[in-house]
């Protein structure tokens, strides 16, 4: 075990040492919070005088920000161990067609269809996670093969079970209040779930040792599995986190709109690699925080949501985020760099 923090330990932010800028400047979550910062002051500006700042003008970006985000936080611990999820777009209506055909078209209760939901979520995740260490195949080919095949699945057994590919969704006051309600000016109840499950993830990947054992699947398999690492099960279990919290924001939205469609997500598996990449994870793998990818997706929400609220064409939305997330790159790296020189410049002295 002593091996195993040695090797993961540069890769976690300094939490001890004295403040310097150059230590500030090598957390991944600076650069995403300055851009957080500079577009929302941007939008601040364009779009006061249309309510952009307005509580309920507020709570169209963070309710967007949270249906990507409980996502977002389990595909960043992927990215930060080397691997990619991109299943996620198939899982999420998986989730919510589980969630309505068990409860709205056959009548159980609700504890019974999530039961139901986030067993299938999981072992979605555990096929996987199994397929990737077992093959040795890249887990984008992977995902990319279980999104097809959970997306078809979906379909065929949509149309067998109900004869329809959408489903209508009725649930209790309990049920609505805890997934999928509108609470105090306008938040819904996934803001409260992704609050809930960034404090978690948090202490998991930065608090706990199952967060070196990430930093150092990610920096160097190799040496992970000689320091004892179970990277396998490791593997396998960030893989069933990922597909978990697809099936929570997807049953979130079922509950919230009391229906369920069998479409793919593709705009999804998108919006959660470009707010894991703006907050600052390596697409290598080995370098991220969860504090940068929550600052990662509320800069996404904002530029989505906040277009609306200028005086700006909403179709231009798109182009500002591909330029957004090639300057978070180029920021990224460049505060890296400024961070790396400044230290090589301070130990010379």
């Not at 309505?100 to 999981?122: D, E, K, N, Q, R």
């Not at 969704?169 to 000016?185: C, I």
């Not at 000689?226 to 978990?244: E, Q, R, S, Y």
């Not at 277009?307 to 890296?336: C, E, H, K, Q």
Request: hydrophobic residues 50%; charged residues 10%.
């Amino acid at each position: 075990m002593e091996t195993t923090s040695q090797t993961s330990r540069p890769s976690r932010p300094a939490t001890s040492t004295p403040f310097s800028v150059g230590a500030l400047f090598r957390r991944p979550e600076t650069g995403a919070f300055m851009g957080m910062v500079l577009v929302f002051l941007f939008f601040a500006y364009f779009g006061y005088d249309r309510n952009f700042l307005s509580p309920y003008g507020t709570s169209s970006w963070v309710n967007m920000a949270s249906t990507v985000g409980i996502i977002a936080i389990p595909i960043g611990f992927l990215m930060i161990a080397g691997e990619l999820d991109i299943s996620i777009g198939a899982v999420v209506p998986a989730a919510k067609m589980s969630m309505a055909i068990a409860v709205g078209y056959y009548g159980l209760p609700v504890g019974v269809g999530l039961l139901i939901t986030f067993s299938l979520a999981a072992f979605i995740g555990w096929v996987n996670g199994m397929l990737v260490t077992r093959t040795n195949v890249p887990s984008l080919i992977v995902t990319l093969a279980t999104l097809f095949a959970v997306s078809g699945l979906t379909l065929f057994l949509s149309l067998w079970l109900t004869d329809t590919t959408s489903q209508a969704l009725t649930s209790p006051a309990w049920a609505k209040a805890v997934f999928g309600d509108y609470h105090a000016r306008g938040f819904q109840s996934s803001v409260f779930w992704w609050l809930g499950m960034a404090a978690v993830l948090y202490y998991i990947l930065h608090l706990s040792p199952w967060g070196n054992w990430i930093f150092a699947l990610g920096g160097d398999k190799e040496s992970a599995r000689n320091a004892g690492i179970p990277i396998d099960k490791l593997k396998i279990a960030l893989f069933m986190l990922a597909a978990m919290a697809a099936a929570l924001s997807g049953t979130c939205e079922a509950i919230l709109s009391n229906s369920a469609t069998t479409t793919t997500n593709f705009a999804l598996i998108f919006n959660c690699i470009i707010a894991v990449v703006v907050g600052g994870v390596l697409l290598t793998g080995g370098f991220g925080t969860v504090a940068g990818v929550f600052f990662g997706t509320a800069t996404l929400a904002i530029v989505q949501q906040g277009i609306g609220y200028t005086p700006f064409d909403r179709n231009l939305s798109s182009l500002i985020i591909g330029v957004m997330l090639l300057i978070a790159v180029l920021m990224n790296d460049t505060f890296r760099n400024m961070a790396t020189s400044m230290s090589a410049s301070k130990k010379g002295k």
